[in-house]
């Protein structure tokens, strides 16, 4: 292809990437791409030769976008006219996907006789797409995640039912809290809410805790949630478990699926971040939240023994909501913690217990429960009773 | 599920198993496994097609008269001949763009090369 050297530009650095094909038939003909710093382009295919092919850019509004995926203008009117009066015209590698050339051409000096007159554009994701691109614009407008929740339910259309927000919306807030790492003390400099919708439930949420351009934090905790509201099977939650310090989010997940499932309801959220102006989407309807339901409830029979030791007492404490006690075994170095069989105050009261020095022999009951797949084992003790010896 | 790993989103949910007669351009009158092969089959390291769900599929047409004009569109496409195939619901799914009558698939695991024949093979004029 014979392009005038006047045009020419060396060493394009606009990181293109692919965002969709609009007509992929054998070859990539029209692709929607963006670039670095996510301003949105059409590109078409001129010519390739197995090795190179060479393609014509237009950077697009959202504007003229929706109007071509409507149908509304013709591809040739998309290059013919561009909104900035220029077109790019790049020779790629097809193996490495690299700009080896570029001209940068008015679009007065263009012409678009290569593409039919009557080529117009199918494409099934209008609404998707376009919103994804605005929730990238946003992100990367303001630097912050963008976090977009809709919760859809037959019994939202009209009103705002409390369990959208308390058992759903707040839930979502708190695992994000949890996972970022802050409580309501900074919550108001951290994170913020717009977009309100309530046709359903939406709302967008804005998240900027590193106060940095890199974000690590958040979009780390982003992809947990995201993968979070995505799971259903057991590896997935294995997965996520090892990612993180502790699995207290859990409660506030199981209060979120147990919502969708009464109310037969359907999550979806999409987070974008500016920095690879990436979109994550998550979905969760009540079949999924039902499988997931089973995998986090699952629980076994926890496994009870009853000992007698021998020892002393080290703390009691029977002011505390459940009295506790911990005692050091006569043959061992590390001392038993439990709680008192609520049957044993009384007697507890009224004894003058010695502490740390008179030996006792103490009956106590263990309950273990065994590891699943959100909690770690657990091992429960109580004092059913104790002997003086 | 799928013949290779494809992206997330990928295939898209309207996407649908279809039972249809389509047809695919041939490199020559005996089909090949290199005349099924996806865009990220022959560009492989290109990481722009890396994501895109529509280079893991193949392209047929829905008529003999839109396999040829996809023939004069392409500087690329050499087929000689076009094949004739009747497309199953075990064989994948597939999308349909009503204006070049193309049909993006994408098999399934199960899909084998040797099983799936053409009903005929039409020379292009000149071959």
């Keep these: ?389 | 599920m799928w013949k290779k790993e494809l992206p997330k989103s990928c295939p898209p949910t309207h996407a649908i198993e279809k039972e249809v007669e389509l047809y695919r351009v041939l490199s020559s009158d005996t089909p090949t496994e290199a005349d099924f092969k996806s865009y990220c089959d022959l560009y492989p390291d290109n990481p722009r097609f890396k994501n895109l769900c529509k280079a893991y599929a193949l392209s047929f047409y829905d008529t003999l008269d839109n396999a040829l004009l996809a023939l004069t569109r392409s500087t690329t496409l050499k087929g000689t001949h076009i094949g004739t195939y009747q497309l199953n619901k075990t064989h994948g799914v597939c999308e349909f763009k009503e204006g070049h009558g193309h049909y993006s698939i994408w098999l399934y695991d199960n899909w084998d090369f040797n099983e799936f024949n053409p009903t005929t093979i039409s020379p292009i004029n000149g071959n």
């Design chain 1, 1 to 389: 292809m014979e392009i005038d050297s006047k045009y020419k530009i060396d060493n394009l650095a606009f990181g293109f990437e692919v965002i969709d094909a609009l007509d992929f038939s054998d070859e990539p003909y029209l692709l929607l791409e963006r670039d670095r710093i996510g301003n949105h382009y059409l590109s078409y295919l001129i010519e390739n030769n197995f090795d190179e092919e060479y393609r014509v850019y237009v950077q697009i509004s959202k504007r003229k976008f929706s109007a071509i995926i409507s149908k509304g203008i013709s591809v040739k009117e998309v290059f013919g006219e561009p909104e900035n009066k220029c077109v790019l015209i790049t020779k790629l590698s097809l193996h490495t996907g690299i700009i080896l050339e570029s001209s940068l051409i008015p679009s007065t000096e263009f012409s678009t006789d290569f593409i039919p007159v009557d080529y117009y554009v199918e494409y099934e994701y209008e609404e998707n797409l376009e919103n994804d691109l605005a929730l990238i614009q946003q992100s990367i407008n303001s630097q912050k995640i963008i976090f977009d929740f809709y919760l859809h339910g037959q019994n939202l259309i009209e009103s705002i039912k409390p369990y959208a927000i308390y058992k759903v919306f707040t839930p979502i807030v708190e695992i994000i809290k949890q996972l970022v790492g802050f409580d309501n003390r900074n919550a108001d400099k951290i994170i913020s809410f717009s977009n309100l919708r309530h046709s359903s439930l939406g709302v967008t949420i804005e998240l900027n805790i590193s106060n940095d351009l890199f974000l690590e934090k958040e979009n780390r905790a982003m992809d947990i949630l995201t993968d979070l509201l995505n799971a259903d099977k057991k590896e997935d939650f294995q997965a996520i478990v090892g990612q993180t310090a502790n699995t207290k989010f859990i409660s506030e997940y199981k209060s979120i699926i147990k919502a969708v499932i009464d109310n037969n309801a359907d999550l979806c959220t999409a987070y974008a971040n500016p920095i690879t102006g990436e979109i994550k989407k998550s979905y969760i309807d009540k079949d999924k939240a039902t499988k997931a339901k089973e995998v986090v409830e699952e629980a076994f029979d926890f496994i009870e023994d009853t000992e007698e030791v021998k020892g002393i007492f080290l703390e009691i404490n029977v002011h505390a909501q459940e009295p506790a006690f911990k005692v050091l075994p006569s043959d061992e170095n590390t001392p038993i913690k439990g709680k008192f069989e609520i049957a044993l105050l009384e007697k507890l009261k009224q004894d003058m217990v010695n502490i740390g020095k008179e030996e006792y022999l103490f009956t106590i009951k263990t309950l273990y429960y065994p590891e699943t797949v959100v909690k770690s084992e657990e091992i429960k003790r109580y004092m059913i009773d104790y002997k003086k010896q």
